[in-house]
């Protein structure tokens, strides 16, 4: 703390992300990376575009992107907002929409970025349980709100509403800004984006960092009605023109347009994610169903702080999260078949080391 930071960053909480090590080589199921890399689409234009023309500025509009992100979901470009990641993404919607009178609405178990933006941009906020077996209940979200969001599916549980149960909170919710942030959606869910043509406040955000393989380049996006990117634009304007460079618009790109590499590696990932949930339940664990490329996970009778430690001196890192009602639970990125087969090996002999719980 010092004196000449304002009260409000001195009432702060910054998100803690998950730990990027540079001590040793971990196998790394803590952060939630795609274990396979970008397409080679995706490296063959950031050769090509890492030149002269990098004293340029870049797009401000980032139009190449915006377009590509169009065709994919057949939409307009107009309804197409790109970001410095979709946390970027969130923090602008954070402010354009939920700056309101009445309290925002989330989840209590949910993305933890969630009421840091909440804070920093003085939203007050208030969370709805989830259900006993972790499920959202969107029936259980009063109308009377100044926003909502969620995680479709959720982060870390990994458990997905349908497009139904969304779309009957749309048709009661009229009056404020629903987000469905779909950072996830991918490896198992169906994108409400094709709703925005009847449901002029829902704004679904998704990012490139997970199932793209590009977390390095930082890209995300929004996809709503026209009158809304209008406002994220406006946002965007006021802090800062050019929040994608050069390399990440034409690498997020080529990403986008890639849709075949991009299948099959969500595909692998779904297939080792329901390996590795069966040799997990051969082992005495809970495994939450999951449509994510992460599960979330609890052990009948060994506890989860411990698990985690054993498991990081053994070079494989997962992520626990010392949070209410889920802190005897360990959230596990999905990573290659080979890195899921090593994590099981290790669990197996931490659990057969026989000492005991306490
Ligand atoms: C990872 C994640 C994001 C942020 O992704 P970016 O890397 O900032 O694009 C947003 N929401 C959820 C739920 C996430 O898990």
Redesign the pocket.
Known sequence: MSKYWSELVRGLEPYVPGEQPKDRKYIKLNT?ENPYPPSPAVLEVIHKHTGNDLRLYPDPDGDILKTAIANYFQVKKKNVFVGN????V?AFAFMTFFKQKKQILYPDIT?S?YPVYSRIFEIEAATIPLTGDFRISLADYPIDNGGIIF?NPN?PTGRLLTLEQIESLLKRNTESVVIV?E??VDFGGNSCIPLINNYPNLLVIQ????SRSL?GI???FAVGASELIDGLERAKNCFNSYTLDRLALVAATAAINDRIYFETKCQAIIATREWVKNELEKLGFEVIPSAANFVLIQHQNRKAGELFSALRQRGVLVRYFKLPRIDNHLRVTIGTDGEMQEFIKQLQAILSGGRPAT
Not at 85 to 88: A, F, K, V
Not at 207 to 210: A, Q, V
């Open positions: 939630n990641g979709s946390d970027e969130l993305y970025f995680p982060a942030d950072a996830y990012t490139l960092s997970k977390a930082r890209v995300g």
